[in-house]
C-alpha cells in the first residue's frame, strides 16, 4: 500500500482534523520500529529493503510503498487509528484502537519470524 493510498483510506474512514505531515511522522516511526526490531535482526530476502531513512515532507506518496505489504497492512491503518483517538482523548476509541493494532503487528510480528530466520540463532548444548 502506498502512503498516499493509507493516508486517503484512514481519512475516509475516520474523518480527523489531524496534520499529513503528524500523519506521515507516525507512518515513518513505525516504519522504523519495523525495520530496526524485525528487518534487521533476521535475513533478508528481496522484498526486504537494505536501509529504511524515514518518510518527510520530500516523500512521494503516491509511488512510496509502506514496508509491511498485505494482507498485514492493516496494522498501518489502527496506528493512524490510534494516534488520532490519542490525539483527540478519545479513551475508550483509543483503547480499541491500540488492541486492534497490537493484534496486527503481532500477527505481522509472528509470520515475519516464522518465514525469516534470525541473524544471530542461539546455540544449544546438551550435556
Given at each position: 500500500m502506498t502512503i498516499a493510498a493509507l493516508l486517503a483510506k484512514v481519512d475516509r474512514?475516520?474523518?480527523n482534523q489531524i496534520a499529513e505531515a503528524d500523519k506521515l511522522?507516525?507512518?515513518?516511526?513505525?516504519?522504523?520500529?519495523i525495520f530496526t526490531t524485525l528487518f534487521q535482526t533476521h535475513a533478508t530476502?528481496?522484498?526486504?529493503?537494505e536501509t529504511f531513512t524515514g518518510y518527510d515532507d520530500s516523500t512521494d506518496q503516491d509511488t512510496t510503498e509502506?514496508?509491511?505489504a498485505a494482507p498485514y497492512d492493516d496494522l498501518y491503518v489502527y496506528h493512524l487509528f490510534m494516534q488520532?483517538?490519542?490525539?483527540?482523548m478519545e479513551w475508550q476509541k483509543f483503547n480499541n484502537s491500540t488492541l486492534s493494532f497490537n493484534?496486527?503487528?503481532d500477527k505481522y510480528a509472528a509470520y515475519y519470524n516464522r518465514t525469516h530466520l534470525p541473524n544471530d540463532p542461539v546455540t544449544y548444548y546438551t550435556i
Open positions: 474512514l475516520k474523518p511522522a507516525w507512518l515513518s516511526n513505525l516504519d522504523l520500529l530476502d528481496d522484498t526486504t529493503p509502506l514496508l509491511v488520532i483517538d490519542l490525539r483527540n493484534t496486527a503487528y
